[in-house]
């Protein structure tokens, strides 16, 4: 009999890891190690390398970042943000390195300044207009530094668990009867059980291709659109009014445009990218039931 595959999830109480262990039960094959911020500190690289002797995972999938976008660009926050989501990636990667785990570690299309106008491929040229952006582009290269692994830029994140957009859309169409959302910056939504099971996927696939990828849903739309469909599914009376993104000035650059070229992670590794209505109605089953 085969041995089970041991999976160590890092950021256990975010959104995409609480998606990945709503799936693990399916998953008879593999050991889910799901450790949390108090369980295991990214930060501390010593924690890091007890946790991986004792576990010994063969694969670690790092779902812990820092992710408040806005509140990075506050004096003393980029220090932090450095630290959760560049140097803590090169700890775990070097521990990677030391036990022979593969190492899935996610990234952010904020890692691109949106100035193009055709969907980026992995390998196009990164400028991030943000400190978040800077931060992940850090984490990016140490994970590549340091280990084999796998990369997926993935953007526009929600769940039915976390904070995130549709879930504040869905709280302020029932307090306000008129809200704006700009309707100037482009890109594709990503439901994060649906990012949970390609990367279960993915380690349930037959080959390891090491590499950097993108992964989102399908379509293109900006958070105006994103914000419509919302309405219309939760059936709100709420008016949804477009504005330009010079009318909500926000402390973090945004890209303009950050649609991201999904074509590689399918070719690999076969993985589904669902049309985004369909997982957007999928969640709000899930948020209203
Ligand atoms: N959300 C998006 O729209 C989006 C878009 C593109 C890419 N991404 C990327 O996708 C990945 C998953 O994001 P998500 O939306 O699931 O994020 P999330 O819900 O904010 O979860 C991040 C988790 O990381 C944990 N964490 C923070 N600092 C830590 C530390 N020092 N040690 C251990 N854990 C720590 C947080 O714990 P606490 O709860 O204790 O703070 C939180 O549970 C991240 O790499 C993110 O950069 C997200």
Known sequence: MQQPVKVLVTGANGQLATEIRELATAHHEMIFDFAGRDRLPVTDAEAIQRHFEAFQPDYCINCAAYTAVDKAEEPGESE?????????????????????????????????????????????????????????????????????????????????????????????????????????????????????RAILDIIAAPHWIPGTYHYTNEGVISWYDFAMAIKEHIHSACVVNPIPSEAYPTPAKRPAYSVLDTTSIKEAYGVRTPYWVSSLTECIKILTR
Request: charged content about 20%.
């Open 80 to 196: 932090i943000a450095e630290r959760i989501n560049a140097i803590a990636v090169g700890h775990l990667a070097r521990a990677c390195t030391i036990h022979g785990t593969k190492f899935i570690h996610i990234s952010t299309d904020y890692v691109f300044d949106g100035t193009a106008s055709a969907p980026y491929k992995p390998e196009d040229a990164t400028h991030p207009l943000s400190v978040y952006g800077a931060t992940k582009l850090k984490g990016e290269q140490l994970a590549r530094e340091h280990t084999d692994a796998v990369v997926i830029r993935t953007a526009w994140v929600y769940s039915s668990f976390g904070k995130n957009f549709v879930k504040t859309m869905i709280r302020l169409m029932n307090e306000r009867p008129a809200i704006s959302v700009v309707n100037d910056q482009l890109g594709a939504p990503t439901y994060a059980r649906d990012l949970a």
